[in-house]
């Protein structure tokens, strides 16, 4: 069985779950895929009645864990889907190859005729949180670097082909695509390719409602940032001031190396990106560590929970925003600091402490690999605020400065990597499985 082309993780559910939303905005895209998911595969193939849709809604509108691909027969019809998308991705690939390269004939309306169509795949996958095959990746991302004009047609790695082919024939003996995959001397022309896309609603036209999904196809293109971004990696060093030791070796050389393999391996762009993350969440850390110090030595003499817990959640929308972004929401550590400020768990000094010591722990552990000095256990108290009280205007106007620090850094990274984000990346780096 193939299941393992689509499958969701409770962790990638929750990464669009914003706090005292009545919907959150993956269950609003939940709750849009179920009213559609029978137009994507036509009237003659409903796979799901009115009934079983109905059922779904209401336990998407109630549950926080509810997994789109739960269901056995949409995620049996989706897994049937991802096979048709490669066997098209297939098509489009021989295309390029026998009729554009061997041919020395680069046919830029037939690319991005394609782009489109495939981007359209992936924007699904993105919009429901689902995983596929990496020869879709694979696919779009060498459609995009030819008509970025970032590869040159002898760099594109044509031996992917044989391995997209030998999934759509075990995908066949499995019963998942209707007919065997063509072979290279006898692949579709360009109208049987916009055919199938039609048929798909990939291309021409498709349902108006799709538009709402298809929205996302630029998501998908992952390569965008990298390719764009003339100052590289500097865009997400963290301030000087900031960390004035910061060593810049290690992004440098995840970059570097992205720069020298990306055309023979596309899913290097991962670690590129997993150090950006890694970036990112040192300077989160960091200043979660500050706040928390600064309460420490606020509440030194006294703790009062109503305005601890006021200057406690100052930074909570930025963090959530930054574990949206960054698909770390629902994972650990990241998930005990947000959902410990979310949910009132620091009650009194102690517990701060303990909070305190694991987020310096989380810090230090980034800080070791960029040969940044660690945050000691020295560090956190300082004798003279029990002689000398903090003011409490005072303090919170540092913790606001942290939360805008924090905030600018976070927009920083944002754009740099714009329009792409971790979640797509993610989906992107379960796709590189042995198929």
């Known amino acids: 069985m193939i299941h393992h082309i689509i499958y969701q993780t409770v962790f990638l559910v929750f990464l669009y779950q914003l706090n005292c939303q009545p919907l959150t905005r993956q269950c609003e895209r939940n709750a849009y895929f179920l009213s559609i998911v029978n137009d994507i595969f036509g009237p003659k193939n409903c796979i799901l009645t009115d009934k079983e849709i109905q059922s779904l809604l209401k336990n998407n509108e109630i549950n926080e864990k509810f997994l789109i691909f739960g269901n056995d027969k949409l995620k049996d019809k989706m897994c ?41 795949m992936l924007s699904i996958y993105y919009y429901t949180i689902g995983f596929t095959t990496n020869g879709i990746w694979y696919t779009s991302i060498t459609i995009n670097a030819l008509v970025e004009k970032k590869i040159s047609p002898e760099n594109i790695n044509f031996e992917f082909i044989e391995i997209m082919f030998d999934f759509c024939m ?104 997993d150090a950006i993350k890694r970036n990112l969440l040192l300077v989160t850390y960091y200043y979660l560590a500050q706040h928390s110090i600064c309460l420490i030595n606020f509440f030194l003499n006294a703790f009062d929970p109503v305005v601890f817990l006021d200057l406690f959640k100052i930074p909570l929308n930025t963090i959530t925003e930054i574990g949206v972004f960054s698909s770390e929401l629902f994972i650990k550590p990241f998930y005990d600091y947000a959902n410990d400020m979310k949910n009132d768990k620091i009650i009194n000094q102690q517990t701060l402490m303990m909070y305190t010591t694991k987020v310096r722990g989380s810090f230090n552990i980034l800080a070791n690999n960029f040969k940044i000095s660690n945050i000691k256990n020295t560090d956190i108290i300082n004798n003279n605020s029990s002689k000398n009280p903090l003011k409490y205007s005072d303090v919170k106007e540092l913790l606001l400065s942290y939360d805008s620090n924090l905030q600018k850094y976070f927009e920083n990274v944002k754009r740099g990597m714009a329009p792409v984000d971790f979640v797509v990346l993610k989906i992107f780096k379960a796709s590189n499985e042995k198929l």
């Open 80 to 120: 049937k889907l991802g096979c048709k998308y490669t066997e098209l991705c297939l098509y489009i690939m021989y295309y390029i190859k026998y009729d554009m390269v061997n041919k020395n004939n680069i046919q830029y309306n037939a690319l991005w005729l394609f782009k489109v169509i495939v981007h359209r």
């Open 170 to 273: 075990q995908s066949f003996c499995q019963n998942n695509l209707q007919y065997p995959p063509k072979r290279h001397n006898n692949y579709p022309d360009l109208d049987t390719i916009k055919e199938i896309s039609t048929q798909l609603k990939l291309y021409s036209n498709y349902p108006v409602e799709f538009n709402k999904i298809y929205q996302y196809e630029d998501v998908s293109n992952v390569y965008s940032f990298f390719w764009d971004n003339n100052d590289g990696y500097k865009t997400f060093i963290p301030p000087k001031e900031l960390f004035p030791s910061y060593d810049e070796y290690h992004i440098a050389q995840t970059y570097i190396t992205v720069c020298t393999y990306w055309k023979t391996d596309y899913f290097k762009l991962w670690i590129y990106t």
